[in-house]
């Protein structure tokens, strides 16, 4: 560990005399601890050579592969943003920071410097990073760097106030494979008196000028969700936000800003970020009069404080962020990898997602053991892996007015337990999963009757239900306990692989009465903190179950619940052709390989459109397959197809669940195509599913031009389902896969096609 200080070091003293640090400062940075990068395009570079401090500038610098980011101390002890973007040379000079001294007396430099983390004080009115109020009334906060640790490939730099004993530890880890940066900050009160942090961000981004910038972001809706919003940034401010208490399907916590008019998928810089936080959220995009651009992302200051007690500490959620300079494309490739190999349990040698079936859409909360076994046959026949019973096992469970809270079995559903059922789908060669709601409560259960007091609430004031269910106060140890407990008891009473873990509503009320009135709000980061320790801690007692985030849909997808989840449920709405929208929008952020995707009923619930079996699989086949469609009104002709489209599935389901993702045709706007290439990480072969919505004067499908693959490996192409265009070429070159195209013949309504190239071996 190597650790420095100013102030230890004499070169800032007292904040006085701080500015004579500048004159000290060289031109050009020289390692003095470290040395250099090796030269641009070696990947492998050691934990020295990737963090480097320039004790003579002042300057931290942190290179990836293809991405460098620095920062240093400017002449006032302010962390101050010099470069973020694609990878400098070792020799690049990096001018040492220095304030911007501003325009005007309206124009302070504290606001003019782009600043990693700052604290609000001192005229400042830019975001801040934190915010408190002391007991005597003070409310100014200015953070100066005192020192820093660079231990275990991440960097440490601790702020303190200028007066104040209140310090920050930033953390800064960037990721060996992806170049991902995580930036988060602990405040801890090393003075004699409590203090409220009122707002409190996990970190900054700052991007240098440029008229050119498009925000992107996603937004949605029940069964609506994952839409990409397109936006040019002026100056001004841009929020995005969550005030409900969990991350939301309004706005998902993801954030691209690419430097162009006219953002090409493959092509041009990206800068994109993500939270790792399932709880309320903001994420504040700032443009200043020079078309500089602040990103400071966190905890929502809505409704927001927090007691620190002296010798306590808070952490900030994670905020991580990346630069690509292949596109958006390119930035959602490196998401997906990072998800994959760094977030999700068990990564990087995570488990692939086994093709399920689920009974939601087939049986709603008409579940019972002869039901449950005669769908978990038919499944089995199509060579499903997985089949998990959803909603309506337990308590009084025999719609959405009652059962949430009794976690016991039925017993005129199941009366002899879920044994029997579990046991017939262990000797159908399946696993067993099962649907549990656990943070909530129908105000028709013994629960609620018993504990009232549990559910988020003011006293003496109505309490709104949604689905007829309130929200259990998990920020409470005694509801903590209790969740933990059943969950625990149901996972080692059966043997149970998997648990969809819902979540149907929003919050309302947010009260914790029996809390002390200062510490009341504190139940935004506490309930969220103990969902995650409960995740946590089943996970570790219950090493073989996986988990599925669910929130009515979509509504909880974060990189927060991904450490602790396996895949996600990305929305209601199963309709095929609504959901190539959806999962387009999904994969801008999160990775195919977490996220589900079922093949349910014709006409779809949804909007009584009429699809064919095959153009329902395709849609599915394009993340995590699950089936949930009633069985029981298949024809022999159905199953045969299926029982063919789940092995056509599994033969790459590995490319299609961690491969790379490329957009051939976005299914944005008004196209009446969606085209999506998935590349396996050894190059081996690619899955290219294309659909068609609705012919149009004759007009024939577009020529696919395929991305990703090798210019000299010579691939095979096979089409699996839908027709190749006549006289198709079916072994060329990667250059002429990718450069001369591939003919398809896509003809009608609602069409698909799925076909694959497989790479040959060089002889
Ligand atoms: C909402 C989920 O998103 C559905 O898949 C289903 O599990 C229902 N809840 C059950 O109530």
Known sequence: MRERSFFQSGVFGPPQHRRLGIFLAVAFCVPVIAPRCPALGQSASTESERIQYDDTTHTFRMDGAGVSYVFGVNQNGELQSLYWGKRLRPADPMPPARADGGTSAFDLPVNATPQEFAGWGGGLVVVPNLKITFPDGNRDLVLHYVSHTIQNNTLTITLKDISRDVAVDLTYKMDEETDILARSARIENRTQLPFTIEDVFAATWNLGPSNDYQLRYLTGRWAGEWNLQQTALHPGKVVLESRR?????????WFAIERSSQPDQDVGDVWFGALGWSGSWQINVETDWQNRVRITGGNTPFDFSYV?????????PRF?????????????????????????????????????????????????EAGQEALAEKAASIGVERFVMDDGWFGERKDDHAGLGDWYVNPQKFPQGLKPLIDKVHSLGMDFG??????????NSDLYRKHPDWVLNFADRPRTEGRHQLVLNLARDDVRAYVYGFLDKLLSENDISFLKWDYNRNWSEPGWPAAPVEKQKEVYVKYVHNLYSILADLREKHQHVEIESCSGGGARVDLGILRLTDEAWPSDNTDPFDRLGIQDGFTYAYAPGVMMA????????????????????????????GIGANLNKWTTEDFAAAKRLVGEYKAVRTTV???ALYRLISPVGESEYSVTESVARDGHQAAIFAFLHSSQKGQPYPQLYLRGLDPNAVYSLHAHEGKLADGAVQRAS?????H????????GDFQAAFFTLEREEAQ
């Open 245 to 253: 208490g969990s991350t939301g399907d309004e706005v998902n916590p």
């Open 308 to 316: 620190l007690a002296p010798g306590q500490s808070l952490e900030t």
């Open 320 to 368: 991580y962020g990346g630069y690509s300079n292949t596109g958006i494309g390119g930035a959602s490739r490196l998401l997906h990898r990072f998800e994959l190999d760094s977030i999700v349990p068990g990564a990087p040698h995570r488990r692939l997602r086994p093709v399920l079936y689920n009974s939601w859409e087939a049986t709603g909360f008409d579940v019972n």
């Open 434 to 443: 099962l649907w549990v709601e656990p943070e909530m409560v129908n105000p």
């Open 598 to 625: 079922w093949v349910t009923d014709s006409p779809s619930g949804m909007n009584g459109r009429s699809t064919s079996l095959v153009y329902r699989f395709l849609s599915s086949m394009q993340g995590g397959l």
């Open 657 to 659: 669940q961690d491969g």
């Open 734 to 738: 990667g250059d002429y896969w990718m």
């Open 740 to 747: 001369h195209g591939v003919s398809i013949s896509l003809r």
